[in-house]
């Protein structure tokens, strides 16, 4: 006879049938739970690829060309993701004792998404491309007087004009173009190329296609996983990003709490706030401030140090930060924002808020309040009136406005110009038409205050927007460029150039603000240090992961 469950559980009283039921449920029970502690004891979990991430921007796509987008423009985020740059694709950097001559070889699997390698004839073209006047490119300034030339097809070799020991700052923001797709157009007609919105790349992610409205406007841009980037580079884990374009702040946020997109970045607080589901924000340190650029030619009173480091004694900056950043921003003390390791707090002891030590140094150029006047005068009796131009945008406008407050409060009298930020960008600024500017400045991670603060950047299209003159700074500022990166020569140059320049108050150094990123809870793997511009957002884009799995420890 076989045996038989059945047979024996028929020998078995009800009761104890139920006893032995109960025994197998718990031990079915306990068995589970053993595995799962098992399993959650011997496993980690760790990214896996796959998933769709979606992102929302403000603005539209025009130029996917790394030789034509501007910074800050949705353009520069595609073109970071779809496009290597020079350290990713190059084997190595090398460079002689001077500086002057550098020489990039390229990795022998570095290839365009359709599997044809890149050479430094594409190096060679994209700069060659920027230099071309008729390009109109922003990085033409960046790359004149640098010489490339061809070693072989897989090592070119820059020749500089001056010794600098930050070229690797401009390597970095050089990502080639195919020159296959691009040889046979004039450089004046690069703007007209359909592959400036269906782009050929070499980075983590690939076009795959875009929507448009019947107006013209772009809904949405898709990117796939490029698989060939892995032999470079770490390939990413997440299969797509889609990114759905927006007309402003608000439709951006009402899709963000709708579910149509899963993240964005802003600058300001307001939109950061504004979601209606649980979120992540990272409010992460910038290297851009805000200042407020003396313009001594334009009104001889700024030609005094005292009144201008009077007019910054006057100014409370943790008020402006309280105002209009709401409490989102830092104070700056000098030419080199705390969110940088090249920061000297010692240039504080320069620029704190001191109304008393104000009120003196007024007195010492001979200004006067009559009795009974809540406004200062001139020793002869004139007036005094202080104009500042500003953008007619978020944050400047409201920056000059807080400063305007604040200097007639203490009966300095003060008027603000804000104007349309193109009017400012192509005539203000290139004119050198203000007495103060209220402006800011981006500084790269290894920062050059060559364009900022070296005397021959006074005037256009030099950024030396308070045509700051000082041999001193000048002499330092020479040095810093053949200083390497690395050494403590450059800590000591960049500590005294911050108090040289803090002591002659050239500009009033007001506020660097914070990038806010914001993205539902499925998404991992984030982690944003600093953000010089917002697409640097997108720097660790290969750690980002939707879905994840279990691996043995």
Not at 345 to 369: I, M
Not at 419 to 440: A, H, K, M
Not at 483 to 490: M, V, Y
Request: charged share 20%.
């Amino acid at each position: 006879m076989g045996f038989s469950y059945r047979t024996v559980l028929k020998t078995f009283s009800r009761i104890e049938r139920i006893v032995f039921v109960a025994c197998f449920v718990v031990l079915l029970l306990s068995g589970g739970f053993l595995i799962i502690h098992f399993l959650g004891s011997s496993t980690i979990t760790a990214p896996d690829k796959g998933g769709a991430y979606h992102e929302g921007v403000v603005g539209q796509p025009s130029f996917i060309n790394p030789v034509l987008a501007k910074n800050g423009t949705p353009d520069k985020d595609l073109v970071t993701l779809i496009f290597a740059n020079v350290p990713t694709i190059a084997q190595s950097i090398k460079h002689d004792d001077a500086f002057r001559t550098w020489n990039v070889r390229i990795k022998e699997n570095a290839t365009w998404e359709d599997g044809s390698p890149i050479t430094s004839d594409d190096i060679i073209f994209t700069v060659q491309t920027i230099q071309n006047q008729d390009t109109l490119s922003p990085l033409l300034s960046d790359w004149q007087n640098i010489v490339p030339a061809r070693i072989s097809e897989r090592e070119v070799q820059f020749q500089l004009l001056n010794s600098y020991a930050l070229f690797e700052n401009l390597l970095a923001e050089l990502r080639p173009i195919p020159k296959k797709l691009f040889a046979d157009i004039s450089p004046a007609n690069l703007k007209l190329s359909a592959y400036n919105l269906e782009p050929i790349g070499s980075g983590p992610f690939v076009y795959s296609g875009l929507s448009k409205r019947r107006d013209g406007f772009i809904d949405s841009f898709s990117l796939i996983r490029n698989s060939r980037f892995g032999a470079i580079g770490s390939e990413p884990y997440i299969d797509e990003i889609k990114f759905y374009f927006f007309e402003n702040e608000e439709k951006l946020v009402r899709a963000y709490n709708m579910g149509t997109i899963d993240g964005f970045g802003t600058q300001l607080l307001s939109t950061a706030t504004d979601v209606q589901v649980h979120s992540s924000r990272q409010d992460v340190p910038t290297s851009k401030y805000f200042s407020a650029f003396f313009n001594a030619s334009a009104n001889e009173l700024l030609a005094s140090p005292s009144i201008r480091e009077g007019l910054t004694r006057i100014t409370n900056s943790q008020a402006i930060i309280e105002r209009v950043f709401r409490n989102t921003a830092v104070v700056v003390n000098g030419p080199i924002p705390p969110s940088l390791e090249a920061y000297n707090p010692a240039v504080e002891a320069y620029t704190s808020f001191n109304q008393d030590a104000a009120y003196q140094l007024f007195k010492n150029v001979g200004w006067e309040k009559e009795e009974g006047s809540a406004t200062w005068k001139q020793e002869n009796g004139d007036d005094i009136l202080f104009i500042i131009k500003t953008p007619d945008a978020w944050p400047l406008r409201d920056i000059a406005l807080e400063l305007q407050r604040q200097w007639n409060a203490f009966g300095v009298p003060t008027e603000v110009i804000s104007l349309d930020p193109q009017i400012i960008n192509d005539d203000t600024i290139r004119t050198r038409n203000y007495e103060i500017l209220v402006f800011g400045n981006i500084l790269s991670l290894h920062p050059d205050l060559f364009s900022f603060w070296h005397s021959s950047e006074r005037f256009y299209p030099g950024l030396n927007l308070s045509l700051y003159e000082n041999k001193t700074v000048d002499d330092i500022i020479k040095s810093l460029r053949t200083a390497d990166i690395t050494s403590s020569k450059r800590v000591s140059l960049l500590e005294e150039i911050q108090r040289e320049i803090a002591s002659d108050y050239p500009a009033l150094f007001i506020a660097s603000p914070r990038y806010f990123y914001v993205t539902r809870g499925s998404i991992e793997g984030i982690s944003l240090s600093l953000v010089s511009l917002p697409h640097d957002r997108f720097d660790n884009i290969a750690q980002w992961y939707l879905k994840t799995r279990r691996l043995f420890k």
